[in-house]
């Protein structure tokens, strides 16, 4: 089987040279090209470049001046690049066994499937990289949730968040794929029903450098799968809802300290439009950051259209109080639900509009280094659809 394998990398330079050495000892009678697509910002494309002088296989270096859709926009970029129909995703930092690369192609070859999975999950396979028991238990539990929400799709993978993979690229369709972060496997069979095998691995501690997992990388996973489930606008109810509280939870605050409920009102106003809009723009509109704009337009639109916004909504909560009797939180919670559908649609046709045409990757400046003759082994410079 002819394989390309893509890594993505991100300041993984000390782990390169094993990393290629196990590989080529892995590679069996398999013909390999592999490609790191890399969002360094060190000497990591350096290490690549010299690393690939020396390799058994052709060896290529993507440096991404815009990481556009983070971890999930680099595989794309890869499988874009990739010569071969087969592509094999892994991480660069050896917690991927590449020794398990014989199994994944050996399964694939039988005919059955489109995607191979390597399973942390499934009989035989431990999660012992993930260091401690808390993040072990965060992983199981996220895997559950997920499966449970896609239970047809996901029906025979146990690890779905997996970033170790053998896939056909022939049996995806990569323009419908909107890549947000780093779970692309899921991104990938939540949107297509695709044949799945596994294949269970031990997943390793690090083999140098540090975990890229972050609270962050959590919180933009959760943005992700309420997207792929529900969609925008209940990425965006997410995000609202959340703002609806803290509004309500300042509000409530103030009050108790005396001040009045207007007042209250105005003072929690701000702070939860400042707050949301940064939610959405990190979370929920994060893949239209770069064709909708500057950020500092961007929120002065959002700003100015949310103070209007408050300017109908807090007289409204007077009448709602004064002349309704309503409690004042329970009043400003009403005009909050009924201020939801105005804001989504504001901030989906204008805040984040497009301004140009979509920028694909062969707009962005990118770097080739072949470690073959390139005059035998020129990539097609990648477009990345969506």
């Not at 999660?127 to 559950?144: N, Q």
């Amino acid at each position: 089987m002819d394989i390309s394998v893509i890594i993505p990398t991100f300041n993984e330079g000390p782990n390169v040279a094993e990393l290629l050495r196990r590989i080529a000892a892995s590679a069996g009678e398999h013909m390999l090209e592999v490609i790191f697509v890399d969002d360094s910002n060190d000497d990591t494309p350096e290490i690549i470049t010299a690393a690939a002088a020396t390799a058994s296989f052709p060896v290529r270096v993507i440096h991404r001046e815009l990481a556009a859709g983070g971890l999930g926009g680099a595989v794309l970029e890869g499988v874009n690049a990739a010569r071969y129909r087969w592509c094999l995703v892994m991480d660069g930092d050896l917690q991927h066994p590449p020794e398990k690369i014989d199994a994944l192609a050996e399964r694939a070859s039988v005919g059955d499937v489109d995607v191979v999975v390597a399973s942390r999950y499934a009989d035989g396979g431990t999660s012992h990289g993930l260091a401690t028991r808390l993040r072990t238990a965060v992983s199981r539990l996220t895997t559950l949730v997920t499966r449970a929400m896609f239970p047809r799709k996901l029906h025979d993978c146990t690890d779905p968040m997996t970033g170790y993979f053998l896939l056909d690229r022939e049996a995806v369709d990569f323009t419908t794929l909107r890549p947000r972060g780093f779970k692309i496997l899921l991104e990938i069979l939540a949107r297509r029903q695709l044949r799945i095998a596994e294949v269970s691995f031990d997943f390793a501690p690090r083999h140098a450098g540090d975990s890229k997992a972050s609270f962050a990388q959590g919180v933009r996973f959760l943005a992700q799968l309420t997207m792929l489930r529900f969609g925008r606008m209940s990425a965006f109810a997410l995000v609202g809802g959340f703002g609806a509280l803290l509004n309500l939870a300042i509000m409530w605050a103030l009050i108790q300290l005396t001040a009045p409920y207007i007042w209250a009102a105005v003072f929690a106003s701000e702070i939860t439009i400042i707050t949301n809009f940064l939610m959405l723009e990190f979370l929920v509109f994060r893949d239209l950051r770069s064709s909708s704009g500057l950020m500092r337009h961007r929120f002065l639109k959002s700003f100015t259209f949310n103070n209007l916004e408050a300017l109908i909504r807090i007289p409204l909560i007077y009448v709602l109080v004064e002349a309704a009797h309503i409690p004042s939180v329970l009043a400003a919670a009403v005009t909050l639900v009924v201020a939801f559908i105005v804001r989504f649609v504001f901030h989906a046709l204008v805040v984040y509009a497009p301004k140009a045409a979509p920028i694909y990757a062969d707009e962005i400046p990118i770097e080739y280094r072949i470690s073959e003759d390139s005059a035998s082994a020129q990539p097609t410079a990648p477009r990345l659809e969506g």
